[in-house]
């Protein structure tokens, strides 16, 4: 299984975020480290001191139904400027900055995604 190992300046964010964008408790949770296990990677959120390097993660989801939710559950976490106006519909891929500035391409892989926008779901009645 593929292990993902990314720092974090503030656990208590991170372990906020990955509850969300995860949608489950962690494995292990230490002063100094916070993992999680899904079906396809783990995730290691290790607390670093000082400057880290930001990484672009994949969180590939296939399932358009569950991009949605994924979707819904972390528009919380989008940051205030980015309004409406700056918004894009979902399509196969939405684009997330963790508190810790490390991006995830969430769906499919091979949409290029924004990771300055939000997303926004089209409902069809």
Same mark, same amino acid.
């Given at each position: 299984?593929?292990? #993902? ?7 208590? @964010? ?13 494995? +292990?949770?230490?002063?100094? &480290? #916070? %993992? ?20 672009? @993660?994949?969180?590939?989801? %296939?399932?358009?139904? +569950?991009?949605?939710? #994924? ?15 700056? &918004? +894009? ?20 892989? +091979? ?6 926008? &939000? ?5 069809? #009645?």
């Amino acid at each position: 299984m593929k292990i #993902i190992k990314i720092q974090s300046s503030n656990l208590n @964010n991170s372990l906020v975020f990955y509850r969300a964008l995860l949608n489950r408790m962690p494995l +292990e949770i230490t002063p100094s &480290c #916070i %993992q999680f296990e899904t079906e396809h990677f783990i995730l290691e959120v290790a607390e670093s001191i000082g400057a880290h390097k930001i990484q672009t @993660n994949v969180f590939e989801i %296939q399932d358009a139904h +569950e991009l949605a939710k #994924i979707n819904q559950r972390m528009s919380r976490f989008n940051a205030i400027e980015k309004m409406i106006k700056n &918004c +894009e519909v979902v399509d196969r891929a939405i684009g997330l900055t963790d508190p810790n500035g490390n991006r995830w391409v969430i769906g499919d892989p +091979e949409v290029k995604v924004d990771f300055k926008k &939000c997303y926004i779901e089209l409902i069809t #009645i």
